[in-house]
């Protein structure tokens, strides 16, 4: 029996597409309005698994992991400028990015299984350890 | 071709992370902020997921009405209730949200039993909006 948890953080940030090897009006041609800084709402659902404690009836160290979370992943980047952190703040490096430093945040006995990361309602961007493959992809909570 | 149907059902009820015979301090050691003396309440949201064939006649991979009758009947004896002292299980199991997930997951597959083409997949569990909990084999 697999039990996976999923936590939904949220962060609120700015960001602007961009690639600094090309040209102003290079950039406004590839990336359009997304080269103007704007933000994001992002919704972030992050699942684990790991081993339940008889005793307690909780997945081990679960309450650990989402005040490691906030405190080491997400709070340093709420309400900031993304490109001052990262060199590439699209959907899909942002979801790589959180996906990488869950795992060094991880407390020992849990395993990533997938980050789920909405930029908007309209798109969304998924990593799934290749560990879980077969686990069917979030939704967003209705 | 095989696939996968979800319903979902909605129920409510409390519970209470703690020890019975245990001084306060030692519960806020084992459950930190899960911790409260009166223990607390949830609008769960159970969506189970089903596999199998569509059947012949009908269509379907199980009528929604039977899969209603089997939510409802797993579901209801928690609904509004204390699960630590209302419910037999919870009585020696921790009412965790995710022993709910494995208690649920337990009695959907053996109330399945007498469905021989159909098998539960999983049991996925909201907290609320931002908490989820799933079972799967």
Redesign the interface.
Known sequence: MMLVFTKRFRLSALHSLSNSDLSEEENRSLFGSCYQIHGHSYNILVSVTGILDEKTGLLSHRENFVELMNKKVLEPLQGRYLNDFFTDTSGEALVQNIYKKTQEILPSGLDVVKVLLFETQKNRFLVTNPKYDHQRPSTLIS | MKL?LTRKINFCCGQQ?AFSGVDEASNKS?????YSPNGWGHNYILEA?IEGYPDKTSGMVMNLRDFDVILKSVTDPLDHQFLNKDVEYFKN????S??V??YL?KEITSHLKKYSSISLH?VRL?EG?????????
């Open positions: 996968k992370y084992a459950f930190g902020r899960l997921t199991v921790m009412p965790t995710e022993n997930a494995i997951y999983s909201l909006e931002d908490t989820m909990f799933e079972v799967s084999t």
